[in-house]
């Protein structure tokens, strides 16, 4: 998976399009049999002690419901673990001194620290929760509602928080920038000032020397 994840960098409009299409075919097989089950299911009015199913008599079939839970977790895991080593084998090389651009920006951004720390909570939690959802729809398909609304709140929680840890990272970044170039620029003042006072200073001793040797030539 990582050298295929490797080779497809240099040709990244491949993996858009290729994890859209995996996605939607997920929702669509889910969309499809749920759509089949109830359309042939009877519907039964609101009262105290409807299951966590809801207005669904009959509970869906849980084998039907496996192969979009299953798909997620590994195209989850997959794609995490891939960028992973991919960002592992960038941090080998620029140790080595392999290459000094790569290292310079793995070593001081701070982005990488929050994508990294973000990513693997959010893939973490992912997967969790959908063996959750796959072990429900195997025991019990009547509770497999209780993970779904928990894994879309997963979703919004670390989708927001990744969006926000990076605004603060980049802000950090911006102002740790500014003042390095600030003090490039006050160790440029410091130089100039040292050179002029350097100058002035001896400025005064040459022109005493120059009336001097005009003085002994007069007394000569």
Known sequence: MSQMYNALQEKLWLISPSSFLCFLKAQTYNAIIVGIA?????????????PLRGCVNKPLDSSKNMPPWICVMVVTAACYQSWVFTRKQQA????????????????????????????AAYSILTTVFTMVGVLFAISKPQLLGIARPIQVGCYAFFGCRLIINVREAAHLDDIRRDSFSMRGLDFGRTVTTVSLNQGSRETPSTTGDLRHIGSSRSVS
């Open 38 to 50: 109830l359309s042939k299911t009877a519907y039964i009015a609101p009262k105290v002690g409807l």
């Open 92 to 119: 080998a090389a620029a140790v080595r001194g392999e290459e000094e651009e790569s290292r310079h920006r793995f070593r001081s951004s701070p982005l990488m620290a929050v994508l990294i720390r973000d990513g």
